[in-house]
C-alpha cells in the first residue's frame, strides 16, 4: 500500500505549529489582516512558506526560532495596523518613494514592495531602477528594538542589501547622473526616511556576522557586502548584539569636521540628499498621515 511521507520541510512547519501554537495563530490573523493591505505576497517564493520563514535562516543571523517568529509577528501587527490608520497606498505595490528623468531622459526610480529578491532577509524591500531594470535592493523588516538590544519601540531592521547581476556600467552611470551618490547609499537613506516617516525610532541593521547571508560563499568569496563598513559610514552604533543603530533623523556632521579642499563637494551632496529626503517625504506624506517639512534652502 502507498504510503505519503510529508516531505522534511512539511515536517518542520509541522513540528512549528506543535511548539508555537499561540504565536502561530497570532501570526496568521496579523498576516491575514496584512495581506488584505497588500503587504503579504500571494504568488511570490517568499510567500509559499511565509508563514513559516522562522524555522529556518532568516532576517538574521544569531535569531532564536522564537526571536524570528516574534519579528514576524510584530512586522504583520504593524503593517495591519498602519493600514487601518492610513489606509493601504502604502503597502499597495509598487509605491514609488521617489523617481526623476536625468538629462540624458533615462528614468530613476525607488520603488517599494513586497520582498521577493531574498524573501529570507526580511519583508518588503526598496529596489532602485534605471530605466526599469533593477540596479540594487534592500530588504528589510519593522521589529521591537528588543530583538536588537535597543528600546521596546518600532525599529526599520535592514536584512541585506544585494546589486544586481553584471549591472556595474549601470550603477556608474546612475552614481554619476545622481551627484556621486552610489544606489547602495540612495537605498539607505530611502530606508531612513521611510523609518522617521512610518514613526520609527531607529534604523538598525547588521554586522558581518549578523547578517544572515553572511556565511554564504560563492566562487570562494563572500556573498556579502562589508556591512560592518557600510554602518561606521552612517555613524551607526553598534550594540552588545551586534547590530548598528542609526538615527534616521540624525543631523550631517559640522562642516567644520570636513576638510577645506572637500568642502565644497561635501557642501554639495549634503544638499543633494537634503532635498532627495524632502522629495521622499512628499511622497510618503499622503500614505503615511504625517506632514513633510519644507524643502532645503536653495
Known amino acids: 500500500m502507498l504510503t505519503l511521507r510529508p516531505s522534511r520541510r512539511r515536517a518542520r512547519q509541522l513540528l512549528g505549529v506543535l511548539r508555537h501554537p499561540v504565536e502561530q495563530l497570532r501570526l496568521w490573523r496579523a498576516m491575514s489582516r496584512a495581506r488584505r ?18 524555522i529556518g535562516d532568516y532576517l538574521a543571523a544569531p535569531l532564536s526560532r522564537r526571536e524570528r517568529l516574534a519579528a514576524l ?29 536625468d538629462d540624458e531622459r533615462r528614468h530613476h526610480a525607488l520603488l517599494l514592495t513586497p ?6 532577509e526580511g519583508e518588503v524591500e526598496l529596489a532602485f531602477l534605471l530605466d526599469g531594470q533593477r540596479l540594487f535592493t534592500l530588504t528589510f523588516a519593522l521589529v521591537s528594538g528588543t530583538l536588537i538590544g535597543a528600546a521596546d519601540a518600532p525599529v526599520l531592521l535592514v536584512g541585506g542589501l544585494q546589486g544586481g547581476y ?6 556608474r552611470y546612475a552614481a554619476r547622473a545622481n551627484g556621486e551618490i552610489a544606489a547602495p547609499t540612495l537605498l539607505l537613506l530611502a530606508a531612513a526616511t521611510l523609518a522617521e516617516a512610518l514613526g520609527a525610532a531607529l534604523l538598525a541593521g547588521p554586522s558581518n556576522r549578523t547578517q544572515v547571508a553572511a556565511g554564504y560563499v560563492v566562487d570562494g568569496r563572500s556573498s ?13 552604533e553598534r550594540t552588545a548584539a ?24 561635501t557642501r ?3 544638499r543633494l540628499r537634503a532635498a532627495l529626503r524632502a522629495e521622499m517625504l512628499a511622497a510618503l506624506a499622503p500614505a503615511t498621515g504625517r506632514s513633510h517639512p519644507a524643502g532645503p534652502p536653495s
Open 224 to 236: 556579502s557586502l562589508d556591512y560592518d563598513e557600510l554602518w561606521a559610514k552612517l555613524d551607526g
Open 37 to 54: 493591505a497588500g503587504i503579504v505576497a500571494t504568488r511570490s517564493v517568499g510567500a509559499r512558506h511565509g508563514r513559516f520563514k522562522y
Open 166 to 171: 553584471q549591472v556595474r556600467e549601470e550603477l
Open 115 to 120: 520582498a521577493r529578491l531574498a524573501p529570507m
Open 242 to 265: 551586534d547590530f548598528f543603530l542609526v538615527d534616521p533623523r540624525r543631523e550631517e556632521p559640522e562642516e567644520s569636521e570636513v576638510s577645506g579642499k572637500h568642502r565644497s563637494r
Open 73 to 101: 509577528i510584530y512586522h504583520h501587527e504593524f503593517v495591519a495596523r498602519h493600514a487601518a490608520a492610513h489606509g493601504d497606498a502604502l503597502w499597495r505595490a509598487p509605491f514609488t518613494l521617489w523617481e526623476r528623468h
Open 268 to 270: 554639495r551632496r549634503r
